[in-house]
């Protein structure tokens, strides 16, 4: 199934088997959500998997995490790759592809549940930033991998990386830009010629007038442990 020439990745997502990334490694023993780990969620009674694009946190302190808006519904509880709890969906702005605008779904993650922004054992997300065409950037998801390619162009609410580079499963997950570790976007989908992520400033600034979220959101670039890296 697609939407206008781009298939999003999530709709070839549903699985029961779960992914191991580099990531997940850090949650083998204690829970915590970090950018580029899977996330599961029941659509109808299955279970269906995305990427988790990274944690943040707001002016009041509140905890939270993003990922694809075509990837939640409010009110759902999201798991990890152990079938863990680590938090709750509360706003969700959907994907509206057809017209080239996208959305977000915003996790509050529980108390007990670390936040991190390793991405790999010697990768963290360092900033957020604006792209510009040429930027070398990586992608992390949870059925690719590490994919990297060349920013083609970016507007205000949707940006091209050159290539196919995502699957299903990938969606919200992180795009990097390597030369200052900053986070420039999530994973949003591909055609056959380019991979579409949504620029990280028009989340943060959607998510900051959500009366869920609060004002000053903005991914976090520290850990809740120093020491705690995937």
């Keep these: 199934m697609a939407f206008g020439k781009y298939a999003l990745a999530l709709l070839a997502a549903v699985t029961i088997t779960p992914v191991l990334t580099a990531s997940?490694?850090?949650?083998?023993?204690?829970?915590?959500?970090?950018?580029?780990?899977?996330?599961?969620?029941?659509?109808?009674?299955?279970?269906?998997?995305?990427?988790?694009?990274?944690?943040?946190?707001?002016?009041?302190?509140?905890?939270?995490?993003v990922t694809a808006g075509h990837c939640g519904t409010v009110g759902q509880t999201v798991y990890d790759n152990a079938d863990r709890p680590i938090g709750t969906y509360i706003a969700v702005q959907p994907d509206d592809v057809e017209n080239r605008t996208y959305g977000y779904s915003l996790i509050r993650i529980l108390p007990d549940v670390a936040l991190s922004a390793w991405i790999t054992p010697s990768l963290a997300i360092e900033r957020h930033a604006q792209a510009h065409p040429g930027d070398t950037v990586c992608l992390f998801g949870t059925t690719s991998g590490r994919r990297c390619s060349t920013v083609e162009t970016v507007t205000v609410t949707e940006g091209t990386i050159t290539g196919n580079l995502s699957a299903g499963g990938d969606s919200g997950g992180p795009v990097i830009r390597m030369s200052d570790q900053a986070l420039i976007g999530i994973v949003i989908g591909h055609n056959n010629a380019e991979t579409l992520f949504e620029p990280i400033a028009r989340i943060v600034t959607a998510a900051a007038a959500h009366a869920d979220t609060g004002t000053a959101f903005g991914p976090v670039v520290d850990d809740d442990y120093a020491t705690l890296r995937p």
């Design 24 to 65: 997940t490694a850090a949650a083998a023993s204690l829970s915590v959500a970090a950018p580029g780990i899977p996330i599961y969620q029941d659509v109808e009674g299955t279970s269906t998997r995305c990427t988790l694009g990274y944690t943040a946190r707001n002016a009041e302190g509140d905890r939270l995490a």
